[in-house]
């Protein structure tokens, strides 16, 4: 149960960002990000993105880590199920901490900001599940 009267009891925990009653809906709204290290060279705010079943960034990103970018066969869609321009994918190691993740990073031609999907948020275990609310 949450109570008014305690400002240290957090409602839920997102990896390092609590989120209580004192947090204005106006910040509830606001996306979640983590930084992640990038096959040892480079950090990247990844945009947590829980209905993204991959993970992706754009070619600008890309390039400037220099990944190696496999061709891919695998189409993907958006929202509204619009398609989405693949230019091919890398497998990367994503790094948090001590916690290390290998994964296929698809390489999307107009990704503005690079989104971690479902993998690569349940391998650092950034969403909790809350299996009861008290109100």
């Given at each position: 149960s949450t109570s008014?009267?305690?400002?240290?009891?957090?409602?839920f925990k997102l990896s390092t960002v609590t989120i209580d009653e004192r947090v204005t809906e106006s910040r509830l709204s606001e996306p979640f990000y983590v930084k992640l290290f990038v096959?040892?060279?480079s950090f990247l705010?990844?945009?947590?993105?829980t209905g993204a079943d991959?993970?992706?960034?754009?070619i600008q990103d890309a390039e400037r880590?220099?990944?190696?970018?496999?061709?891919t066969s695998?189409?993907?869609k958006g929202p509204g199920n619009i398609p989405l321009s693949v230019?091919?994918?890398?497998?990367?190691?994503?790094?948090?901490?001590?916690?290390?993740?290998?994964?296929?990073?698809?390489i999307l031609g107009n990704?503005?900001?690079?989104?971690?999907?479902?993998?690569?948020?349940s391998a650092f275990s950034l969403l909790k599940k809350l299996h009861e609310v008290n109100c």
């Amino acid at each position: 149960s949450t109570s008014t009267s305690n400002e240290n009891n957090p409602l839920f925990k997102l990896s390092t960002v609590t989120i209580d009653e004192r947090v204005t809906e106006s910040r509830l709204s606001e996306p979640f990000y983590v930084k992640l290290f990038v096959n040892n060279s480079s950090f990247l705010n990844f945009k947590i993105d829980t209905g993204a079943d991959v993970s992706c960034i754009g070619i600008q990103d890309a390039e400037r880590l220099g990944l190696k970018i496999e061709q891919t066969s695998i189409q993907l869609k958006g929202p509204g199920n619009i398609p989405l321009s693949v230019m091919g994918k890398a497998n990367v190691k994503l790094q948090m901490g001590s916690i290390c993740h290998n994964e296929d990073i698809f390489i999307l031609g107009n990704q503005r900001e690079p989104l971690l999907g479902r993998s690569g948020i349940s391998a650092f275990s950034l969403l909790k599940k809350l299996h009861e609310v008290n109100c």
